[in-house]
């Protein structure tokens, strides 16, 4: 399975972004997906998991009600719609496929990565 993310850059503080993820291979249709992000000098973190069919969203307190997560199987497509973003949601940002059909917010629940898209916010 291959994973890349895109849809990274720079924006102001109160600003939006939508980070896109492509997945290739059969597995990732079936399973559920996530993003997470790991600023400098800080461990990689939960932001927020999907179903595989869809449902099932969680967020991480930090994001919730300012990130969406979503998919589109058809397109084998991840997304993050990122609004009212702040200085400290800067990182980067990285996409996974889980090992089932729905993954949790921990690393080990996921099986597959990317190399990570990088988000500025400027204060």
């Known amino acids: 399975v291959q994973v890349i993310e895109s849809g990274g850059g720079l924006v102001q503080a109160g600003g939006s972004l939508r980070l896109s993820c492509t997945a290739s291979g059969r597995t990732a249709s079936n399973n559920g997906m996530g993003w997470f992000r790991q600023a400098p000098g800080k461990e990689r973190e939960f932001v927020a998991t999907i179903g595989w069919n869809g449902g099932n969203m969680r967020y991480a307190d930090s994001v919730k009600g300012r990130f969406t997560i979503s998919r589109d199987n058809a397109k084998s497509t991840l997304y993050l719609q990122m609004n009212l973003l702040k200085p400290e949601d800067t990182a980067v940002y990285y996409c996974?496929?889980?090992?089932?059909?729905?993954?949790?917010?921990?690393?080990?629940?996921?099986?597959?990565w990317g190399q990570g898209t990088q988000v500025t916010v400027s204060s």
């Open positions: 996974a496929v889980g090992r089932g059909a729905f993954a949790g917010v921990d690393m080990a629940s996921y099986a597959y």
